[in-house]
Each structure stands twice: as C-alpha cells, then as structure tokens.
C-alpha cells in the first residue's frame, strides 16, 4: 500500500491486555466484586489510550506492526498491525468497550453468573481488538472464530430458553461464516502465496475461482455483519443479550464482519479486480435489499431492542454499500458510517437497557412519558436516533452525505437509485424513531404504574451522555476521523 512499516508492541497490546485480563477479572471475582469490576474497566480503558498512542505514526504514514509468530517459525505467521482503517475503527471500538464496561458494572448487579459474564467480555473485546488490528488473513481468522465463540456465551447469558434458542442460531450461523472464511482464505493462499493485508490486490486471477472465494468471504464475513440474506441470527440475539453486550453486538462486534467486507474488497481483491469480476453488483443489491428490508421489518416491532436489531441490518447495508461503490467519496463514507454507527447504535442500546433497567418492562408502548422522568437518558437516546435519521449536525448526516457523493461519482442509473433507497430509508427510520421520541416526551405515563421512576444510576449516565456527545463532536467535526479515513482511501489507491 506504499507506506513504511514501523515495528511497535502498541497493536499487539491492544488486544491481549483485555483477553489476558479475562481470567484475572474471573479469579479476582470471586474474592472482590469491585476489584473484578475495576480491573474490567481498566483493562478496557488502557487499549483506548495505546489506541490514542497509535495516531501520529499512521498520520505519519507508518504502518505500525507486531510479529508475534514469524515466517521463520511458521508458514502462516501471526502478526498484528495499526494503518489507517484498522486505526480509525479500532478508535471507536475501544472507546466504546470502555464506556459499555463502566455501564456494565451498574446494570449486571442484579444479573446472576457475572464472573463468567465478565470472563467472556474481555475475550471478546480481546478477539473483537484483534480482528481489527489483524496484519494478515491467518491472524484474522483466528481471532475473528474466538470473538464468535466468546460473545456467544454473552448472547446466552440469562439462560432462558428464548436466549438458548437464539444462542444456538447464533452460534450455528457463526459457525457455518466461519467455515466460509476459511475456506477463502485457504483458497486465497493457494492462489496467492500470501495472506497480507497491507497488500493491495493478493489475487490476479480474473476466473471463476476468484468468484467463489469472493462470495466465501462475502457470507463469512457478511454472517457476523448481520448483513442480507445471512442476518436471521441478528433480530433473536441482540433482545435476549444483556444491554451492555447488546449494544456491542450491535455498535461493535458486527462492525468485524462489515470491516472483513472492506478488507476482501480492497486487500484482497483489488478496486480493478472486483470491478471487473463485476462482483460489486451482486455485493450492492444485496446490502440495498438489507437497507430497505431491515428498515421496513424495524417499522412494526413492539420490542424496543428487537427493532434496533433490524435497524442495524439497515444500517450495514450502508456500510457495504458504499464500499461497493469503488470510489473515494464512497469508501470515506463507508468508513465513517462504520465509525459514526459504533457511537449512534451503543448510545441507543444502552438507553434502551436504561429504560428495562429502572421500568422491568422491554416494550416500546411501555415508554409513554418517561422522557420526563429520565430526561438524560431520553436525551441521548433522541440524539443519536435524530442521527440515525440522518439529520444534521450529527455525524448520521454527514456519512450519508459522503455515501451520496460516492452514488454521485458512480453516476448514471447507480446515482439515481442509491438517492432513493436513501431517502426511502432515512424516511422508514424516522416512522419507527420518532413516534417513540414524542411519545417518551409529550405521552403521558401509565397512571397505574405506582412504582416511583428517577434517573438511571450515574455509571449508566456517563457512558451514554459521552456517546452521545461523541455523535454530536464528530457531525459538527467530521474532519478529526476524516483524517484517518482519507488516509485509508489513499492507501487503497481510490481518491
């Protein structure tokens, strides 16, 4: 990609303090709840400060990197690194593990099994680090089967039979993507010789072979994405989660699949490559009929969470979409959608945990008139669904914008139709957001509901307040991840 690797630990920390600090947490937690909750937060705190580290030497041009198992000692080393994308996803990721962490220690209190809940959350956050920052295919697939394994433990938590039957869809489809990933990545290094992601287009071959390991890697990612037609795990799992690991899945742990999406697109085949395979198209039909589907399904759903699960189907289906677009506004805005969402969709989760949290109750007519009672909760959630919407100044806004210009750069009939299904989604996510929004605030709440409701606790508060926030800073400066993201877009030979 043209840039000058740098040797540093930094990508490698990442993802190990929180995986190392998974069976700490779990013995510390069964002498000292705090202890375990403190060394929880921690460890999901000093991978977002390594993280802040890592900018000036990628704004630098540098690709910093790990080895941890060398071609001299094996065939298929084991290597981490930090450019540009990995960097700016990695950024959004670890920020918002930290936040759901301290939220986490609040909500699980009346929960059972939190030693082993906190166990399974920083493997994951470890895996789910580690994929992002993977240097090579081998790396990634490895960490990308322990982040399926870890989180489905997450997805059962309550053990109810509802979240065994979802855990089990859950785990089958990952296993079933994680075979697809292999298959294309040993097929890849037949081919190729090579599985390096800091290569721009590892294969030549324009035949049928690259067809197929195309649409290996697209299902194999596509399945962690929640992406169309292989989202059936989404809508049953992110309900049953408990809110923090709900708003992970969603705002974080799906990103995995959008950000391999990226990767095979660019790394591995090439821009030239996959336009003239012409596997785009397929790629962009299917994440149009996940965009106008997922938010059509949202539209319906009594159940608060269940319908931020179909939202973010949609929602991926913008990410993958612009990707497709093979243009520099497009991927700038694939990216920053990718990021914008990590922000838009915890925030959501986290107030929808907030509301079940303080009523006990999960429906969205349950919510009449509490904006009143919990204004700051409410706040936040409107925030970042005004965003979802699209509308400005938040950062919503400003990654459809950045995904018209990519449409508009395509032009022709691909200009017209991406506008419409934009505008017929933006408009479906306003039907299901903002009756929810008025109702919270101007509804009157159930006069004989006698339990008396306040706030939610301030380790609940914190976290969503800075997400929000974080939604609004980057809409009015969108150009502090820009920076990064142009970098990436540069990088991959696109301008």
Known sequence: MGTELARSILPLLV?????????????????????????????????????????????????????????????????????????????????????????????MTHEHARNRFYFFWLLTAGATFGVFLSKNLFTLFINFEILSLASWVLVIHSETKEAMEAGKKYLFMGIAGGLFLLFGVIMTYVQAGSLDLTTLGLLKNKGIISQIIFFSYIIGFGVKAGMFPVHVWLPDAHPVA?????????????????????????????????RELGAHYVLAILASAGIILGSAVAIPQGNLKRMLAYSSIAMMGY??????????????????????????????????????????????????GIGRKMPITMTCFTIAALS????????????????VLGALDVGGIAFIL???????????????????????????????????????????????VLLALAVLVFGIFPNLPLALIKLAVTGFGLT
């Open 388 to 403: 979802m919407i699209g509308l400005p100044p938040f950062v919503g806004f400003i990654s459809k914008w950045f995904l």
């Open 15 to 107: 993802p190990w303090i929180p995986a190392l600090a998974a069976p700490v947490a779990y013995v510390l937690g069964t002498k000292s709840e705090k202890a375990r909750d403190l060394t929880a937060i921690i460890a999901c705190f000093i991978p977002f400060v390594l993280a802040l580290f890592m900018i000036p030497g990628v704004l630098n041009g540098k690709i910093l990197n790990f080895v941890l198992l060398s071609e001299n000692i094996s065939p298929l080393p084991i290597e981490f690194m930090a450019d540009p994308l990995s960097l700016i996803v990695i950024l959004a990721a670890t920020f918002a593990w930290f936040l759901a962490t301290i939220y986490a220690t609040q909500y």
């Open 319 to 368: 990410i993958i979409l612009g990707a497709t677009f093979l243009t520099g506004r497009g991927l700038e805005g694939s990216v920053l959608h990718l990021f914008g969402h990590v922000f838009m969709k915890d925030t959501l989760f986290l107030a929808a945990g907030a509301l079940m949290f303080k009523l006990d109750k999960k429906e969205i007519s349950d919510y009449k």
């Open 418 to 464: 991406f506008v419409i299904i934009l505008l017929n989604s933006s408009l479906m996510n306003a039907v299901y957001y903002m009756p929810i929004i008025v109702s919270a605030f101007f509804g009157e709440h159930d006069a004989d509901d006698k339990v008396e409701i306040d706030e939610a606790p301030l380790a609940m508060l914190i976290p969503m």
């Open 242 to 274: 408990p809110a923090p690991a709900s708003a992970l899945l969603s705002g974080v742990m799906i990103k995995a699949g959008a950000y391999g999406i990226i990767r095979t697109i660019y790394n591995v085949f090439g821009p030239e490559l996959v």
